[in-house]
Nanobody
Framework: QVQLVESGGGLVQAGGSLRLSCAAS??????MGWYRQAPGKQRELVAI???????NYADSVKGRFTISRDNARNMVYLQMNSLTPEDTAVYYC??????????WGQGTQVTVSS
């Protein structure tokens, strides 16, 4: 089973940027996604990318976040710009839909201060 390890989170001021990375122990899935879960809320899909590079974003992050992938290195990235406190959450990567993917990793915490 593919193991997924997220990294790159941290504490940033509103308006700042972070770049998240997702490392897979094997070949990444045809469609990969970044998800997030804020305290007290359900996990939600943030962005997806196909093996060919087509992307789609949640309305809340459109124009601010960019998902990318490196198939040769089994990596998926999420560039996050113009962060707001509402982006505070634990961020995870997995296949899309997630039921086709591996177990959820530990995620990476993103905290945006106002």
């Amino acid at each position: 089973q593919v193991q997924l390890v997220e990294s790159g989170g941290g504490l940033v001021q509103a308006g700042g940027s972070l770049r998240l990375s997702c490392a897979a122990s094997g070949s990444i899935f045809n469609v990969m996604g970044w998800y997030r879960q804020a305290p007290g809320k359900q996990r939600e899909l943030v962005a997806i990318i196909t093996s060919g590079g087509s992307t789609n974003y949640a309305d809340s992050v459109k124009g601010r976040f960019t998902i990318s992938r490196d198939n040769a290195r089994n990596m998926v990235y999420l560039q996050m710009n113009s962060l707001t406190p509402e982006d505070t959450a634990v961020y995870y990567c997995n296949a899309y839909p997630s039921r086709l993917g591996g177990s959820w990793g530990q995620g990476t915490q993103v905290t945006v201060s106002s």
